[in-house]
């Protein structure tokens, strides 16, 4: 064998070690899954950026690129460990709070970059891929589990007669079992109706990933009480009306936060971010444009009812807190209790000059990060400090 083909060889062995989560037949069936349930401004937005590209397909990008140099930052982003044992509200403080990087962290932050204005059209085809992987992977229960046995794969089983483990189980053996592609997969389950579609689209991000902790506590209560881990077709039984139900949340799911972040359509960024034209955004009176979108003027105690809409907002500024990249400004309340945050990039990074108890005006498109509303700023045009 040549050097060439054991480059090769290699390739093959890490890109396959790499392709995990939920496999490729049940990342591609979410993909094929949302799909089905797009509105038409989020279908045409996707087209937009991925071409002949589908959802499915670009489902496992981020596994195949992972182990790539300027990627291997993101393998924190597949998962999230906590311990066992933690109730409802526990378990919310503890995802929110956590400071390493997450699957949970990770979807916020790509939502942030695929809804913002000031992303490229690169960015945004990038954090599309990975927040269509990153719903899948947060519905898959072993994903939501345990550090010290890495997500049950340390957790041996055998199963039909061939050692595994309890990830790779969940991840793929149970689907292989099944014996269906990701199309006719698609088929088989999304059966969803009207009324579940938008109960499960509302449920709010942290109940999906509780879902997949209280999944997975069972599965290691489970195993822990099973004699020699051998697993037979009773698990399966047991088991894949589940794995079926996860896939067409995740699948549902991931259309709804696609149908949020492109109710206005694709909204790409410009080289001067939205323009202003007439008035005083401080008043209230300035309308402003990005594309087809034009801002309306809202009340900053409404702003969490305005999620991915141009709006105008007037409050007063409660402190700030400036970063390496960027400074973001408390409007309506001190943190962690603010209303909304300003979070001032780019150009816009450097133009805090003291507002404290004064009163601005922002105009730009209203976001989710960790559950509250914020306005990403890089047009210092965007930011009007009322008179006094």
């Known amino acids: 064998m040549n050097k060439k083909q054991f480059l090769f060889l290699c390739t093959l062995f890490v890109t ?17 899954i949302a799909a089905n349930h ?44 906590l311990p066992l044992g933690l109730s409802e509200p526990d378990f919310e403080k503890t995802v ?14 790509q939502e942030r970059v695929l809804g913002s204005t000031a992303s490229s059209k690169e960015q945004k085809i990038e954090a599309l891929k990975f927040i269509v992987h990153f719903i899948g992977d947060l519905h898959q229960p072993m994903h939501v589990s345990r550090e010290e046995d890495k997500g049950g794969n340390t957790i041996q089983v055998n199963y039909s007669g061939v050692g595994t483990n309890l990830h790779a189980l969940w991840d793929s053996k149970l689907l292989d079992h099944l014996g269906l ?24 991000l942290i109940k999906w990933i509780w879902e997949s902790y209280e999944i997975s506590s069972k599965l290691y209560a489970e195993i822990d009480a099973m004699n020699g881990r051998s697993i037979d077709d009773s698990y399966y039984q047991a088991h894949i009306q ?100 300003i979070v001032l990039r780019g150009d816009a990074k450097d133009i805090y000059n ?3 108890g004064q009163t601005i005006g922002v105009t730009g498109k209203i976001v989710s990060y960790k559950d509250k ?16």
């Open 242 to 341: 589940i794995v079926q139900q996860r896939i067409e949340m995740a699948g549902v799911r991931l259309a709804g936060v696609l149908n949020r972040i492109f109710a206005s359509g694709l909204v790409t960024s410009s080289a001067s971010g939205m323009p202003v034209t007439g008035g005083s955004a401080a008043t209230g009176d300035a309308q402003a444009t990005a594309g087809s979108a034009t801002a309306k003027t809202i009340d900053i105690h409404d702003a969490a009812n305005h999620y991915n809409e141009y709006v105008q907002v007037s409050a007063k500024v409660y402190g700030h807190k400036a970063l390496d990249n960027m400074t973001l400004v408390n409007l309506g309340a001190a943190y962690p209790d603010q209303l909304l945050t």
């Open 96 to 109: 929110k709070g956590m400071t390493q990087e997450n699957v949970y962290s990770a979807l916020l932050q």
């Open 373 to 388: 509303p914020e306005i990403v700023v890089t047009d210092p045009k965007m930011v009007v400090v009322a008179k006094q």
């Open 38 to 81: 797009l509105s038409p401004q989020a279908s045409a937005a996707v087209r937009e950026l991925l071409g002949n590209e589908t959802l499915a397909e670009a489902s496992t990008w981020p596994d195949e690129v992972r182990s790539q140099p300027e990627y291997k930052h993101t393998g924190p982003w597949h998962y999230i460990n």
């Open 181 to 204: 592609d990701d199309q006719q997969l698609a088929q088989k389950v999304d059966q969803v109706s009207a009324a579940q579609v938008t109960a499960w689209q509302n449920d709010p």
């Open 16 to 32: 396959a070690i790499a392709l995990i989560s939920w496999g490729v037949t049940g990342h591609r069936t979410i993909g094929r």
């Open 354 to 356: 003291g507002w404290d």
